[in-house]
């Protein structure tokens, strides 16, 4: 038997196991794979990434919670830190564009209870926010500056940068 005939064979065994696989699957309406069921909870990098996030903001927000209720400026303001936070954090672990965007969705719609809409809008003014010609973008570079420095040393961090990035908000652009 030639080496060709073999390999054909053995790959119409596979085909066959396949199709095997894929009619149970339907027959039994599960998604299973031959090699066990498909875990649904497994651990992603943006799901790793959006826990490191929330504890990190739940230490800004101890400190200046009430502060950024008082004014719209100072809330884009957190919001350009917090982007420029994310940026960080995506780099550091490697995180492509998409994936730090997701999280930065899921930061701002599981984190702060805002709409899919208002969440979108947010990430987006983030993005922009990171550009060079912005108004915001010391902002933003503060936020990647002090995640580093939480990183580094979560349980003796102080945040210092964004008491000058809340000082120095621009005003809202109408």
């Known amino acids: 038997m030639s080496r060709r005939r073999v390999q054909g064979h053995k790959q119409i065994k596979l085909l066959g196991?396949?199709?095997?696989?894929?009619?149970?699957?339907?027959?039994?309406?599960?998604?299973?794979?031959?090699?066990?069921?498909?875990?649904?909870?497994?651990?992603?990098?943006?799901?790793?990434?959006?826990?490191?996030?929330?504890?990190?903001?739940?230490?800004?927000?101890?400190?200046?919670?009430?502060?950024?209720?008082?004014?719209?400026?100072?809330?884009?303001?957190?919001?350009?830190?917090?982007?420029?936070?994310?940026s960080a954090l995506a780099m550091r672990e490697g995180l492509k564009p998409p994936q730090a965007h997701a999280v930065a969705l899921a930061l701002f719609n599981k984190g702060f209870g805002l709409s899919p809409e208002e969440s979108t809008s947010f990430a987006q003014f983030g993005i922009d926010a990171t550009g060079r010609d912005s108004p915001w973008a010391p902002a933003a570079h503060a936020g990647m500056e002090e995640f580093l420095a939480w990183k580094a040393d979560p349980s003796g961090f102080t945040p210092t940068r964004l008491r000058g990035v809340l000082d120095k908000a621009p005003p809202h652009p109408d």
């Open 17 to 86: 196991y396949l199709i095997f696989c894929t009619s149970y699957r339907s027959r039994a309406g599960v998604a299973m794979w031959p090699f066990g069921k498909k875990k649904h909870n497994r651990e992603t990098p943006e799901k790793r990434a959006l826990a490191v996030l929330s504890k990190y903001v739940n230490r800004l927000l101890d400190d200046y919670s009430d502060e950024l209720d008082q004014s719209e400026d100072k809330r884009l303001a957190f919001f350009a830190f917090l982007f420029g936070s994310v």
